[in-house]
């Protein structure tokens, strides 16, 4: 089992900045990738970055290419989302999950606010 705890959320204007952090426990010696996600009320589930462990290969949602950057600390597992240039539209609840051996999101966190005020 992997535990992930996501803080770093919070309110913040339009055009500002938040980072993100994912502290994982457990057993995260097999991870392969994580990444953040993001959810809003009515609408489905979306990945926002990922990233692959080992060679830190990223991948970006094209709504946030150029404003987001994921990044991993190796040695402390931990996940992190720097958000900057935020948009009214990026509100959500943001989610960090990790993969396994079997390329499949199988733990997440809890979840935390993101909130964007025009």
């Known amino acids: 089992q992997v535990q992930l705890v996501e803080s770093g959320g919070g309110l913040v204007q339009a055009g500002g900045s938040v980072r993100l952090s994912c502290a994982a426990s457990?057993?995260?010696?097999?991870?392969?990738?994580m990444a953040w996600f993001r959810q809003t009320p009515g609408k489905e589930r979306e990945v926002v970055a990922q990233i692959s462990w080992s060679g830190g290969v990223t991948f970006y949602a094209d709504s946030v290419k150029g404003r987001f950057t994921i990044s991993r600390d190796k040695v402390k597992n931990t996940l992190y989302l720097q958000m900057n240039s935020l948009k009214p539209e990026d509100t959500a609840l943001y989610f960090c999950?990790?993969?396994?051996?079997?390329?499949?999101?199988?733990?997440w966190g809890q979840g935390t606010q993101v909130t964007v005020s025009s």
């Open positions: 457990g057993r995260t010696a097999s991870t392969s990738f």
């Open positions: 999950a990790s993969a396994g051996s079997r390329l499949n999101y199988d733990y």
